[in-house]
């Protein structure tokens, strides 16, 4: 009975395909990037053409399943879209780092706690209402950026560690546990996967105007309410992407060592 509450009139189909004319008119700026691309030979035009698709359909499908969610306005729906989001993203993330042994585990154990810890702030703290409107799109922003920075810090601290084998293995013989022979490794991780965040809040609004700011403006919002929300957004990235990428560590490193506390080979010679 639900779906009954969202029946789209022909009156609705008529302003949604009117509205599909600019995105549709867009693409020729990806034309274009398909021509320079076989003029310069680079072999993308149809990784170009595939992926331009792709998120055309998938947009236009969460755009429906949204609209659905904000007839409904019940907090099941929100719960799903928010697990199903972490669910894609804990995937993507445990494919970056996918020599880690339950990488995709680890990385969606990893986004929804950091996720849920800073959206459980924002709530109590009235920062944002619990509304799918609300919800849902800061949701997206959180675990996006939050897949990144775990798929990273997965990814290169089994590099490090790979490449500084010996070192460990000297501080493990020397008597140290795994989480403190990995220590800087872990550190060294954690500076590379949260540097882009930090520095994208450093340069916001002088290099960049964010998706979020420019949305409020375009749509008729004054630059300074603008700006409010997208401090907001800036704090919960990084809030979110940092508890995320730490609680990867946290789960990931006793995979990369055996039972006896001796560094797991196998995990680090996969190719």
């Known amino acids: 009975m639900d779906f009954l509450l969202f029946s789209p009139s022909s009156d609705f189909w008529v302003d949604y395909l009117k509205g599909m004319l600019k995105p549709l008119a867009a693409t020729a700026v990806v034309v274009l990037a398909i021509a320079l691309s076989f003029l310069q030979r680079l072999g993308l035009e149809g990784e170009m053409a595939y992926s331009i698709a792709r998120a055309f359909l998938q947009l236009s499908v969460i755009g429906f399943v949204l609209e659905f969610i904000f007839t409904q306005n019940h907090a099941g729906w929100i719960v799903l879209a928010y697990l199903f989001m972490v669910s894609i993203a804990g995937y993507t993330a445990g494919q970056r780092a996918k020599h880690v042994p339950r990488g995709k585990y680890i990385a969606g154990a990893s986004i929804l706690t950091g996720t849920a810890v800073t959206m459980f702030l924002l709530i109590v703290l009235n920062v944002f209402p619990f509304t799918p409107r609300y919800i849902i799109p800061v949701a997206g922003m959180m675990i996006g950026n939050a897949m990144t920075v775990t798929g990273v810090t997965m990814k290169r601290l089994r590099e490090d560690l790979k490449i500084q084998k010996n070192l460990v293995e000297t501080a493990l013989a020397l008597g140290a546990t795994p989480r403190q022979a990995t220590q800087q490794q872990v550190k060294r991780s954690l500076v590379i996967a949260l540097s882009p965040v930090l520095d994208n809040a450093k340069t916001v609004g002088l290099i960049t105007l964010p998706g979020a700011m420019t949305g409020l ?55």
């Not at 309410?225 to 704090?235: D, G, H, P």
């Not at 730490?246 to 996969?270: D, G, H, R």
């Open 217 to 271: 403006i375009m749509g008729g919002a004054s630059p300074l309410e603008a700006i409010q929300l997208q401090i907001v957004v800036m704090n919960m990235l990084i809030g979110a992407s940092t508890v995320s990428s730490i609680m990867s560590t946290y789960l990931c490193w006793p995979a990369f060592f055996t039972k006896a506390y001796q560094l797991e080979s196998k995990v680090l010679t996969a190719e």
